[in-house]
């Protein structure tokens, strides 16, 4: 069974992100939402309200591509998550040139403590390349028009945070 595991923190999670997910999805029979539990960038939504977003949108994803795909929360370093998932693979999405030296960093790191886990980097669509968490937090919280960037369900959850 090929396994791979897409991690972040999602918070929320874009239409960028469900891009990667569904072109993933059809590379492996079972793809984990890795959802970063990480304290130091002070999320904007709670794990489980994250987790319940990607659950919701990754639901419709699985019946389209007959793909196994669950989340999975985790606090530990990303190679003993992938290790505790059983992933052989690791998905990372790519929007641009400054994206890719981060991940360059990562996969070095990742290699050095276990190169048996391989890294596949997936571009993202050019319709989505702009999105990022942080700048929809901060267009929703400045009152702007998110709809372009992410689902409707979670539009409606930016709004209802910053009521």
Same mark, same amino acid.
């Given at each position: 069974m090929r396994i791979a595991l897409?991690?972040?923190?999602?918070?929320?999670?874009?239409l960028g992100h469900t891009d990667i997910i569904r072109r993933a999805s059809v590379l492996v029979d079972r793809l984990v939402i890795g959802v970063a539990i990480n304290r130091d960038k002070g999320p904007?939504?709670?794990l489980e309200?994250?987790?319940?977003?990607?659950?919701?949108?990754?639901?419709?994803?699985?019946?389209?591509t007959g793909t196994e795909i669950v989340v999975h929360p985790f606090e530990n370093l990303l190679i003993d998550c992938a290790h505790d998932v059983g992933a052989q693979l690791i998905v990372r999405g790519l929007r641009a040139v400054a994206d890719f030296e981060y991940e360059f960093q990562m996969v070095g790191m990742n290699r050095a403590l276990d190169n048996s886990v391989e890294t596949v980097f997936l571009m993202a +669509? /050019?319709?989505?390349?702009?999105? #990022?968490?942080?700048?929809?937090k901060e267009i929703a919280r400045l009152g702007g028009d998110v709809s372009k960037f992410v689902t409707p369900a979670?539009? +409606? /959850?930016?709004?209802?945070?910053? #009521?």
């Open positions: 897409y991690p972040g923190t999602f918070d929320p999670i874009t904007l939504f709670s309200e994250r987790v319940a977003m990607i659950e919701s949108e990754c639901a419709k994803l699985s019946e389209q +669509d /050019a319709g989505h390349q702009a999105i #990022a968490s942080k700048l929809v979670v539009h +409606d /959850a930016l709004r209802r945070r910053y #009521a």
